[in-house]
C-alpha cells in the first residue's frame, strides 16, 4: 500500500536485461527529487520535498546518484522512473530459488506422524501418530497419460488385442492396472496425500469436523449420517466441512476419492520448512502447474458450487477472476510492504459474470485453462489482487480492460 506521506516506491527485477526497474509515486510534482543508491547497492533512497525515503532493491546494482537519469520531459511530474544497471558481481539468477517452482508443503515435507490443526482456533483435526505416511499426489492428467503410455509405449504389442475397432484401448483392462482415464486415487487410511493446494485424508483419520451439503448449521459430525437429494452421494459431487470448533469451513468431503481435502491454507501443520502457504502461494503453484501443463497463460478461476452460508453467499459464488499471465518469475520489493524481496506471478486480471466464464468455457476453442476454488478463497485472492494493484507505479496499474496484480509465490 502507498505510505502515509503519499510515496509510493516499486522495484523490479528484469533478469534478461540485467536491470532493476524503480518506480515513484508522488503526492505533488517536485523538480529537486533525487534517487541515490547507498554504496552496499541493496538500498535505493528517494530524496522529496526535504524527507528522505529508503528502498531495499530485489538485487545489488552499481552505487551512485541516478537524479540525473531521468527523462527531463519528465521532471515535475508525480510519477518519475528509473532503470538501474544490476551490479556485475551479481551472477544471472539473484536468487538460488528462482527457478524453483516446487509448492510450499509437499510429501517430502512432514515428518511421521506430525498433527494436523485448524490454522484458526488451532483444534486437532488429525491427531499425532495418525499419518504413517506421506504422498504426493500425482498431475491432473496422469491418468490420461499413463493410458497413453500404456497404449503406445515402445516394442511392446502384447496388449493390442485389447484394443477396440476404433483402435482404442479396453477402458476395463486399463482400469485393472489402475490407470484408466476413470481411474482415481481414493483416500486410504494412515496415509496422508498432498497436492498443490489441499491434503486429503479418510474420513476415520480426522477428528472435530462437521460435514453439510450446504452451511455449517445443517451439518453433522459423521458424514455417513447425511441423506442427500438422489441417494447416497449421487448427482452431489462434495460436502462442505467445516471445523466443529471456529465453525469456518476448511475444506471438502469429496465423494469420489472418499477422502476429506483440506486447504492448505486453512490448516496449520509442522514442516521441515517452517512455512505456512497462504492462498496466494497456493493458487500461484496451481497457475505454474497448469500453465506448465497446457501451455496456455489465462486461466479462469472459478467457485466450486454449494452454498457456503453466508450473507453474501449468492455475491461469492457469482465471483470469477479471468487472469493472464505476464510473467510467472519476477522478483519485486515495495515500500508498501515489507522490507524483503517478494517472488511473484504478475499477472493482468478482470472480475467477470458467471455466464461470461462459463461461456468462454464451452468455445472448442478453449482460451482459458479452469482453476477452482472455494468462494471465501476467490475473494480472498480478489483483495490480495487489488491491494498489489495499488503497490504499482499509476502507469503500470491498468491495460485496456485488465488491471495489473501480483500473486506472491
Known amino acids: 500500500m502507498t505510505s502515509s506521506c503519499g510515496v509510493s516506491l516499486y522495484a523490479e527485477f528484469l533478469p534478461n536485461i540485467r536491470q532493476i526497474s524503480v518506480a515513484a509515486s508522488l503526492p505533488s510534482p517536485a523538480n529537486d527529487t533525487r534517487l541515490v543508491v547507498h554504496a552496499d547497492g541493496a538500498t535505493a533512497e528517494l530524496s522529496y520535498l526535504g524527507d528522505s525515503y529508503k528502498l531495499s532493491l530485489p538485487s545489488r546494482v552499481s552505487a551512485g546518484d541516478y537524479s540525473a537519469h531521468v527523462n527531463p520531459s519528465r521532471k515535475g511530474s508525480t510519477s518519475l522512473s528509473w532503470r538501474l544497471p544490476v551490479h556485475i558481481s551479481v551472477p544471472h539468477q539473484p536468487r538460488s530459488h528462482d527457478s524453483n517452482t516446487e509448492p510450499v508443503w509437499s510429501a517430502t515435507d512432514f515428518e511421521t506422524g506430525c498433527e494436523v490443526l485448524c490454522r484458526n482456533c488451532h483444534s486437532v483435526v488429525v491427531s499425532a501418530g495418525t499419518t504413517t505416511v506421506w504422498k504426493d499426489l500425482p498431475s491432473?492428467?496422469?491418468?490420461?497419460?499413463?493410458?497413453?503410455?500404456?497404449?503406445?509405449?515402445?516394442?511392446?504389442?502384447?496388449?493390442?488385442?485389447?484394443?477396440?475397432?476404433?483402435?482404442?484401448?479396453?477402458?476395463?483392462?486399463?482400469?485393472?492396472?489402475?490407470?484408466?482415464a476413470s481411474s482415481i486415487v481414493s483416500a486410504q487410511s494412515g496415509v496422508g496425500f498432498v497436492d498443490l493446494t489441499t491434503l486429503m485424508f479418510t474420513e476415520s483419520d480426522c477428528q472435530n469436523l462437521t460435514y453439510s451439503p450446504s452451511n455449517f448449521e445443517s451439518g453433522l459430525p459423521n458424514m455417513q449420517d447425511i441423506?442427500?437429494?438422489g441417494g447416497n452421494g449421487e448427482g452431489k459431487r462434495h460436502l462442505n466441512v467445516f471445523c466443529t470448533s471456529c465453525r469456518r469451513?476448511?475444506?471438502?468431503?469429496?465423494?469420489?476419492?472418499?477422502?476429506?481435502?483440506?486447504?492448505?491454507?486453512?490448516?496449520?501443520?509442522?514442516?521441515?520448512?517452517?512455512?505456512?502457504?497462504?492462498i496466494s502461494e497456493c493458487l500461484a503453484s496451481t497457475i505454474i502447474s497448469t500453465t506448465a501443463r497446457t501451455g496456455c497463460s489465462k486461466s479462469l478461476i472459478m467457485p466450486i458450487d454449494g452454498n457456503i452460508g453466508q450473507t453474501d453467499g449468492n455475491k461469492l459464488e457469482q465471483t470469477t477472476i479471468h487472469?493472464?499471465?505476464?510473467?510467472?518469475?519476477?522478483?519485486?520489493?515495495?515500500?508498501?510492504?515489507?522490507?524483503?524481496?517478494t517472488w511473484a506471478i504478475k499477472l493482468f486480471y478482470r472480475l467477470i459474470p458467471r455466464a461470461e466464464a462459463d461461456k468462454m468455457l464451452e468455445k472448442i476453442t478453449q482460451e482459458a485453462q479452469e482453476i477452482n476454488l472455494p468462494p471465501q478463497a476467490i475473494h480472498e485472492v480478489v483483495q490480495h489482487l487489488e491491494a498489489s494493484n495499488i503497490l504499482l507505479p499509476l502507469s503500470g496499474r491498468d491495460f485496456k480492460e485488465w488491471k495489473v496484480g501480483l500473486l506472491a509465490r
Open 323 to 341: 487472469i493472464w499471465v505476464m510473467n510467472n518469475n519476477i522478483i519485486y520489493t515495495s515500500n508498501g510492504t515489507t522490507d524483503r524481496s
Open 227 to 229: 441423506t442427500l437429494e
Open 140 to 180: 491432473e492428467n496422469w491418468a490420461e497419460m499413463m493410458e497413453f503410455w500404456h497404449c503406445h509405449k515402445p516394442g511392446d504389442h502384447s496388449h493390442h488385442d485389447q484394443a477396440d475397432a476404433s483402435g482404442k484401448a479396453d477402458e476395463q483392462s486399463l482400469a485393472a492396472r489402475g490407470y484408466g
Open 249 to 278: 469451513q476448511i475444506g471438502f468431503y469429496v465423494f469420489r476419492s472418499a477422502g476429506v481435502t483440506l486447504h492448505k491454507w486453512q490448516i496449520f501443520c509442522k514442516s521441515k520448512s517452517g512455512a505456512s502457504p497462504r
